[in-house]
């Protein structure tokens, strides 16, 4: 499995825009890239799912560079609510063998 | 979306009793569930994967003796902590994976204290 490798913690104040990177270096062909933010005392929760270029939905795009060794989370206009833990996981879905392993994460602090 | 109901959502027992946490895919057919432990502060670790109607495939380090996990059903997954002590005192989560998507969904978690 493809290990990841996000920085501990990130500062941000409301409105701002929040770009959190993740290396996953050994990326299988097959792999997609896949965030989860997860609040304190619950289960995580999907944001964003990709496996080449960028990938946008309502909350969340997701930027993957060609050679697809990192992947970068943008939070656009981040509000306090948006205080979590940010988790990037790497695997090829469709695997039977496919697992979900999280690395430390990157807890998001958006000040007022 | 899909929905994982994860029960109870908390959960106190004394030392030495045993106590069974229920994971259910409510809208979808979950061929594979994961289970997690989260101690404060840390990352999820993955305790064990099970797929229905098999046996679990443990992780590393994870008692199997102590951790029962049963998926009989394609709804439903139990994860029994068994002769608990304070030390398993954690906050469990399931996951799910299944159906036409690719998305693993997540069940809101069951924090154990074992006094």
């Known amino acids: 499995l493809a290990k990841t490798t996000q920085p501990i913690s990130m500062d941000s104040y409301e409105g701002q825009e929040v770009n959190i990177t993740c290396s996953h270096n050994n990326i299988a062909t097959n792999d997609y890239i896949t965030w989860y933010q997860q609040f304190p005392s619950q289960g995580p929760r999907f944001i964003i799912q990709?496996?080449?270029t960028k990938v946008t939905n309502e909350v969340a795009s997701l930027f993957i560079p060609a050679d697809r060794k990192s992947s970068t989370l943008s939070l656009p206009r981040v509000s306090l609510s948006d205080t979590a833990v940010y988790y990037c996981l790497v695997g090829d879905p469709m695997d039977s063998s496919y697992k979900l392993i999280f690395g430390s994460g990157t807890r998001l602090l958006v000040r007022p | 979306g899909a929905v994982v109901s994860q029960h109870p959502s908390w959960v106190i027992c004394k030392s030495g009793t045993s106590v069974k946490i229920e994971c259910r895919s409510l809208?979808?057919?979950?061929?594979?569930m994961f289970w997690y432990r989260q101690f404060p502060k840390q990352s999820l670790m993955l305790m064990a994967t099970?797929?229905?109607?098999?046996?679990?495939?443990?992780e590393q380090g994870v008692e199997k003796d102590k951790f029962l996990i049963n998926h009989a059903s394609l709804t439903l997954s139990t994860l029994t902590v068994t002769s608990a002590h304070p030390e398993d005192s954690s906050f469990y989560i399931c996951?799910?994976?299944?159906?036409?998507?690719?998305?693993?969904?997540f069940g809101q978690g069951t924090r154990l204290t074992v006094v």
């Open positions: 990709g496996y080449k």
């Open positions: 809208d979808f057919q979950a061929t594979t």
């Open positions: 996951s799910a994976t299944g159906g036409a998507s690719v998305e693993a969904f």
């Open positions: 099970s797929n229905e109607g098999s046996k679990a495939t443990y």
